[in-house]
């Protein structure tokens, strides 16, 4: 199994260029989450959903939109890409139990 | 509020002596879990040991154990036995069980250097 993946692993943007980060995951899981980690910092949520079709917001959602169209895929978009955006980015995945996969990060650079 | 503290933001520790990385948390959920996450310089999150806010025994997996202590809110992962491999940046974080989604709130992180 490939566990969670995420495309692309680098990236560098312009500032107001948009692009999508795109996460899978093979374990049926019903919950998906975009994460943030900035230097000094842990991850924060950026957003998350709890099903297909379904999404909500986490803690830093300003600047980011998300789409959850098959169950298996979750979409992270930036429209306008701002510095502030600069950070490595986790998808994670997991069942109603307590453990969260995670995949091996993205990291974007907006200049 | 709802928030993890991990005040030592790096530790040194000698080869195949213990360490113990502190956590202490904040939540008002009666029910919540306890987690901590090891991320090796290649960057990916590895899951290390949970710990269940009602579970009587301390978690422990293999080196890892987590010492909780739920009066002080405290959650500190032990490794035994330190090896060059453990390394890493580790964050501990908590899962409060109301919403229902599963959400993970982290803490900033402690950086872990094993020297031999």
């Known amino acids: 199994n490939a566990g969670v993946t995420q495309t692309p692993k680098f990236r560098v943007l312009k500032t107001g260029q948009s692009m999508t980060l795109l996460c899978a995951q093979d374990m049926n899981h019903e919950y998906m989450y975009w994460y943030r980690q900035d230097p000094g910092m842990g991850l924060r949520l950026i957003h998350y959903s709890v099903g297909e079709g379904t999404t909500a917001k986490g803690e830093v959602p300003d600047g980011y939109n998300v789409s959850r169209l098959k169950k298996q895929n979750f979409l992270l978009g930036l429209e306008s890409a701002a510095p502030s955006q600069t950070s490595v980015y986790f998808c994670?995945?997991?069942?109603?139990?307590?453990?969260?996969?995670f995949g091996p990060g993205t990291r974007l650079t907006v200049t | 509020a709802q928030k993890i503290t991990q005040t030592q933001p790096g530790m040194f520790v000698q080869e195949k002596e213990a360490v113990t990385l502190d956590c202490t948390y904040d939540?008002?959920?009666?029910?919540?879990?306890l987690f901590w996450y090891k991320q090796p310089s290649s960057g990916e999150m590895i899951f290390l040991i949970y710990?269940?806010?009602?579970?009587?025994q301390n978690a422990t997996e293999g080196r890892y154990s987590l010492n909780f202590q739920k009066a002080r809110k405290s959650a500190n992962l032990v490794i035994s036995a330190s090896q060059l491999g453990d390394s890493a940046m580790y964050f501990c974080a908590m899962r409060p069980f109301s919403g229902g989604y599963n959400k993970l709130i982290f803490g900033a992180g402690t950086r872990l250097a094993v020297h031999p």
């Open positions: 994670a995945s997991s069942s109603r139990s307590y453990e969260q996969y």
């Open positions: 939540t008002s959920d009666q029910s919540y879990g």
């Open positions: 710990q269940g806010s009602y579970d009587e």
